[in-house]
């Protein structure tokens, strides 16, 4: 079944949601234990948290509240911020039980693929992504705000056969917008991807998690998971309907 992942975007220690990966658009949620409390009394197993601070500018001040998410008792995927192998270490010896490597894995592939080897499902990467040019999908750094050199297929022949978790795939342009995941898009990276695919950005309705519970890439595999953002907390969907919807790629 295709997991539910509620999340949950830090900013100088509050909740946040942004609006295209822009900084200076943002909506504050207020305190994220609670908000996180809120997602796993719903039902969810899982909680997404992306420390945005630490993904602009390598900061750890958000750390903390990571790790209690953690220890509330849901599988805690997190990411931003995330260089060093000390960073991986101190999260998962934490509780954290996937961290996602993002502008590191784009910057130093031999070293995040390392990472992968050593680690297994407990470290996934993070692409995120804008439309090149010529369509097609070009990963980003930083928070979002730079552009990488490489492409998506020239990115993971670089990372190797390191048995990664998952590769979270984040559409910049339709996170925060309400306005509908980028299926083609999905469905593209879904079959360049070698590692299980998880889809981010957009969800606005049940309909649209519906959509990618049903999604079938050309080779017949389906998403691993989708993470619902701010969707959830503006209550355009509760978390008995978004659980609901994804059951239906069981």
Same mark, same amino acid.
């Given at each position: 079944?295709?997991?539910?992942?509620?999340?949950?975007?830090?900013?100088?220690?509050?909740?946040?949601?942004?609006?295209?990966?822009?900084?200076?658009?943002?909506?504050?949620?207020?305190?994220?234990?609670?908000?996180?409390?809120?997602?796993?009394?719903?039902?969810?197993?899982?909680?997404?948290?992306?420390?945005?601070?630490?993904?602009?500018?390598?900061?750890?001040?958000?750390?903390?509240?990571?790790?209690?998410?953690?220890?509330?008792?849901?599988?805690?995927?997190?990411?931003?911020?995330?260089?060093?192998?000390?960073?991986?270490?101190?999260?998962?010896?934490?509780?954290?039980?996937?961290?996602?490597?993002?502008?590191?894995?784009?910057?130093?592939?031999?070293?995040?693929?390392?990472?992968?080897?050593?680690?297994?499902?407990?470290?996934?990467?993070?692409?995120?992504?804008?439309?090149?040019?010529?369509?097609? $999908? /070009?990963? =980003?750094?930083? @928070?979002?705000?730079? !552009?990488?050199? %490489? &492409?998506?297929? #020239?990115?993971?022949?670089?990372?190797?056969?390191?048995?990664?978790?998952?590769?979270?795939?984040?559409?910049?342009?339709?996170?925060?917008?309400?306005?509908?995941?980028?299926?083609?898009?999905?469905?593209?990276?879904?079959?360049?991807?070698?590692? $299980? /695919?998880? =889809?981010?950005? @957009?969800?606005?309705? !049940?309909?649209? %998690? &519906?959509?990618? #519970?049903?999604?079938?890439?050309?080779?017949?595999?389906?998403?691993?998971?989708?993470?619902?953002?701010?969707?959830?907390?503006?209550?355009?969907?509760?978390?008995?309907?978004?659980?609901?919807?994804?059951?239906?790629?069981?």
């Amino acid at each position: 079944m295709m997991e539910l992942l509620p999340a949950i975007d830090l900013i100088d220690g509050r909740a946040v949601r942004l609006l295209r990966g822009d900084f200076d658009e943002r909506s504050d949620y207020g305190d994220p234990l609670r908000l996180a409390q809120e997602f796993l009394d719903g039902g969810a197993n899982w909680l997404h948290v992306v420390d945005l601070d630490g993904a602009k500018s390598g900061s750890a001040d958000n750390r903390p509240i990571v790790l209690a998410m953690a220890a509330l008792g849901a599988a805690v995927e997190t990411g931003g911020g995330i260089r060093t192998t000390t960073d991986v270490e101190e999260l998962l010896d934490a509780g954290v039980h996937r961290v996602v490597l993002g502008t590191a894995a784009l910057e130093d592939p031999a070293w995040a693929g390392a990472m992968g080897r050593r680690f297994g499902e407990q470290v996934a990467i993070g692409l995120d992504y804008r439309r090149g040019t010529d369509g097609r $999908p /070009v990963p =980003a750094t930083k @928070g979002w705000l730079d !552009a990488s050199a %490489l &492409s998506v297929e #020239a990115w993971f022949d670089a990372l190797g056969d390191a048995p990664f978790g998952a590769v979270v795939v984040t559409a910049i342009d339709r996170d925060g917008t309400l306005g509908g995941p980028d299926l083609e898009g999905l469905t593209e990276l879904l079959d360049l991807s070698p590692w $299980p /695919v998880i =889809a981010s950005g @957009g969800v606005g309705s !049940a309909g649209d %998690l &519906s959509a990618l #519970a049903q999604m079938v890439g050309s080779t017949g595999r389906r998403l691993a998971g989708a993470i619902v953002g701010k969707a959830l907390v503006d209550g355009r969907v509760s978390m008995e309907e978004a659980v609901a919807a994804c059951a239906l790629s069981a």
